[in-house]
């Protein structure tokens, strides 16, 4: 939460429950990693039952360079080879925060770039680097300092010493990250057999950008972020775990959550051809610690299309006041499948 008191300002990154929709706040390595093409949009609402809502926006195109980088070695066979040994992809995405009465906010565009370079049949790594160009922002006409206490009530009309040089600053900002991935799928003709990890590691906040709205400025600690998540078949049955984790370590700030998903496959794909493509349903929890439990619920269908809704309920301390409401988040997402889906993405 945002909070000013005399001349100290403290707030927190843009965050998500469903950080696994929102590759650019968690890793720029991911960028372009798990599809050709993803756009993706996302919207949060949260503390409504507490306090003025805390309201946060999303949208990301991802793509790689490269989009077809495999070439058929045997038409009667099907077979199919990669054909460049590493790939770039590019991301840009844009992100808008209000939170609080006074409307403190942050409008953040991010160009993220990823280099993938294919280890071997099974493994990848990639390198990404992100530059953000951010604007910070208050209302200063809605907030209330203490020495607007005329000794019975607060007095709009009181005068406050508080001043602002300026309602408004821009920063640029960067970040870098790396990416392990481990992929095997089978190969037959009609299946959905997968074993797919991903772990990552991010440093956030490279250039320490000052935050200052007062004669006083304060530098963003570099966040640590450790991540991975992993969707794994469940022997010959149409289920796989989805279970994912997220660190992350700023300053004397710590955020952990955990969980897993369970995801169900309505039908099955046609892996040489490509032509019938999968619909699935999945439904988890999430634990943040110390503050909340996430439930969510997801729909993909013709593994282009995605849907997830989430509801944070509310854990920490706070619940007495919050009745164990936290907030609703939905994302969207189109991502362009392969065609042959035992190829390596």
């Not at 600053?169 to 089978?186: P, R, V």
Request: glycine share 6%.
């Amino acid at each position: 939460m945002p909070l000013i008191i005399g001349f100290s300002l403290k707030a927190q990154d843009i965050h998500f429950s469903q950080f696994t929709e929102n590759s650019p706040l968690v890793n720029p390595a991911l960028t372009g990693a798990l599809s050709p093409l993803k756009i993706s949009i996302h919207s949060k609402d949260q503390w409504r039952s507490v306090t003025s809502p805390y309201k946060t926006i999303g949208a990301n195109i991802e793509t790689r360079f490269k989009g077809n980088d495999w070439q058929q070695l045997e038409k009667r066979s099907m077979t199919f080879k990669e054909k460049s040994i590493s790939r770039i992809a590019a991301g840009l995405s844009v992100y808008s925060d209000r939170a609080g009465d006074g409307n403190f906010g942050l409008m953040k565009m991010n160009l993220s770039l990823a280099s993938n370079v294919a280890l071997n049949k099974n493994n990848s790594l990639s390198l990404g680097i992100q530059g953000s160009f951010a604007q910070r922002k208050i209302d200063q006409s809605k907030l209330i300092f203490p020495d607007q206490y005329n000794g019975v009530g607060y007095d709009a009309s009181q005068a406050t010493k508080e001043t602002f040089n300026s309602a408004t600053f821009n920063y640029f900002d960067l970040a870098s990250g790396i990416l392990w991935t481990f992929s095997k799928t089978e190969k037959n003709v009609n299946s959905n057999k997968q074993f797919v990890s991903h772990m990552g590691f991010a440093v956030f906040h490279l250039t320490q950008p000052k935050q200052k709205f007062f004669n006083t400025a304060n530098k963003l600690y570099l966040k640590y972020v450790v991540h991975g998540d992993l969707i794994a078949s469940m022997g010959k049955s149409n289920i796989a775990l989805v279970p994912s984790y997220l660190i992350q370590l700023q300053g004397s700030n710590s955020e952990i959550v955990f969980g897993t998903l369970v995801k169900h496959f309505l039908n099955n794909t046609t892996k040489y051809t490509g032509m019938q493509k999968r619909h699935a349903f999945a439904y988890g929890l999430h634990y943040r610690f110390k503050d909340a439990v996430i439930a969510t619920v997801a729909l993909d269908f013709q593994e282009k299309y995605s849907v997830a809704m989430s509801y944070d309920i509310n854990a920490s301390a706070l619940r007495p006041t919050s009745k164990f409401r936290g907030g609703f988040e939905i994302s969207l997402k189109y991502t362009a499948p392969k065609s042959y889906l035992y190829q390596k993405k």
